[in-house]
């Protein structure tokens, strides 16, 4: 009796997945056999005391208002013209218009 490839890989297969425990088993064993145990974590970094007169940091945050005030004030005016133009020709350009 001869096989195809495509016949005998199908015949491999079929005799391989018949039996669910045992390729739960064998998956189970050449996962622990190939890997260990997790490494252990990296030690935690030394705790620094803070410098005499160094008052501790703030617990509390800004309120939600105050920090988008003070995050456009920070930071330059935004130029996101899309339409109209920002002048036409023969007009003088608006104030505060971006470059």
């Given at each position: 009796?001869t096989w ?13 997945y ?9 998956f189970?064993?050449?996962?622990s056999a190939?890997?260990?145990e997790?490494?252990?974590p990296p030690p ?9 007169g ?5 617990s509390?945050r800004p ?15 935004r130029?996101?013209q ?15 218009a971006?470059?």
């Open positions: 009796m195809s490839i495509r016949e005998a890989g199908t015949a491999f297969a079929d005799v391989v018949s039996d669910q425990q045992w390729v739960d088993a064998e189970a064993a050449l996962i190939s890997f260990g997790p490494p252990a935690a970094p030394p705790r620094v005391p803070p410098h005499p160094t008052p501790p940091p703030s509390r309120p939600p208002g105050l920090a988008a005030r003070t995050a456009s004030v920070a930071g330059p005016p130029c996101r899309r339409s109209p133009p920002a002048h036409q020709r023969g007009r003088p350009p608006r104030r505060g971006c470059p």
